[in-house]
């Protein structure tokens, strides 16, 4: 079936259910190729349209053709698949420094991972689309728990990578991509931190599996508690505090802001109520004398400032109190059947061994394109990333694609980059010129087009 875009990236509903139908799983062999890049665009206007109608409480058919289609265990495999190709291929790529004319390609294959868990952080907060997602979402929570632990452990010496990309003067392009990657990692994490919260809503809805796995394999109380003790979300540098939320880092600039709770810290503390307060964990989750002692660590971050924000977590800090008085019980011996995860396994499997030489293949033909590939891709990517609709979503100003700085200009060609000054913009050209000229190029085509066909 050949499908077209339409020229605005918003999607009516048969766009979108056309979309969702034609949703399929890749393995890693095929990531970065055209049909793989095809089904990229279709999954960034879904994720794109899924937000424009939570943003404006519309219906979210994107949601419903997710379910109805049963794609959701397709995306999360989609997911893994993406994330094996960063760990093992990517890094082979650098490796071999490699170095690419354009890294566009590359880096819209590494941007993938964070367009397909955006689209699941949407629409996986409705408890049908976790149910919809049946096994694999026993999958979806391990990659979520490795993203929150790979974001404790890393945090501080990735901080000056991630709060603010700049193209450093002198850098290669693939170095570039590489803290690009790093601050992709980031957001990814956050994003992660969003969907354990939506599993925990469910918690009385998903399986049984899926519960053990989510407290007493990976004792997920244990992890949200150091989130709270060590925030990777906020940083000290340099006698300046900087907080992540709205996709972006925040120099915090009076107490009042540092008090204020922000999204992501409110989606700890509501997951920390799930899996503490609900019936349902409280009977499953083995409370141990050390995990008792750390839980018991919470009890100083509920000062009367979060309840006042929270009031909901009252019920907890009482909780908390009569868990303090409270015997630890005997730890039950029983024989318990673990369903383990299958998704990641089977594609680490399945290219055990042949990562160096994907790698070498990959870079000669979908990470090497020909300047008419190229050519041929500009308009489809400037379509997808059509950013009159992407400014609605991004209330931030801009910032300068050189020094970081807050920017006012915009290529007057392409109308994609943004600088804060002409210094900028000069210093950027030599790097910027290739994917401009291209842009440029397809934009006029189209117009000269359209301008004919109206001529008609």
Known sequence: MTMSFSTNTRLSPSEAEMFVDSLKVFDVASVGSPEWTRQHEYVEKLNIQAILNASADEDEFVKSFLISYEKFPVLITDLLVSDVWKEKVFSQLLDMEFEPESTFPLYITLYHEATVINLLETTLYFP???????????????????????????????????????????????????????????????????????VTDNVDGITLSILTRILNTHDLPILLVELLENPPWTQEIKGKTYRYYDCKWHEMKSTEDNLKLTKTEGQVWIALFNVIMKSSCQKKYEMTSYRKNILMKLRSHLTELLLDQMPALVEMRRYLEYLGHMETPAVKNELILEQIPQIRENILKKNKGKW???????????????????????????????????????????????????????????????????ECQVSHWPKHKAVCDLINEEKSDTNTKENTKNQQ
Do not use: H
């Open 128 to 198: 049908e689309s976790c149910e919809s997602a049946d096994e694999s979402l026993l999958d979806l929570v391990d990659y979520c728990y490795r993203k929150l632990t790979d974001i404790i452990s890393r945090s501080k010496e990735k901080f000056e990578e991630i709060k603010d990309f700049v193209n450093e003067p002198g850098s290669s392009n693939m170095q570039d991509l590489e803290k690009q990657a790093a601050k992709l990692n980031f957001d990814i994490s956050v994003k992660a931190m969003s969907i354990m919260r939506y």
């Open 356 to 422: 160096k030489k994907l790698a070498r293949k990959q870079s000669q033909t979908y990470f090497n394109p020909s300047e008419e590939f190229i050519r041929g891709q500009a308009k489809r990517w400037a379509e997808t990333y059509n950013l009159d609709v992407l400014d609605e979503l991004i209330p931030e100003p801009p910032k300068c694609a050189v020094c970081g700085e807050k920017a006012t200009k915009r290529c007057s060609r392409c109308r994609n980059i943004w600088y804060c000054r002409r």
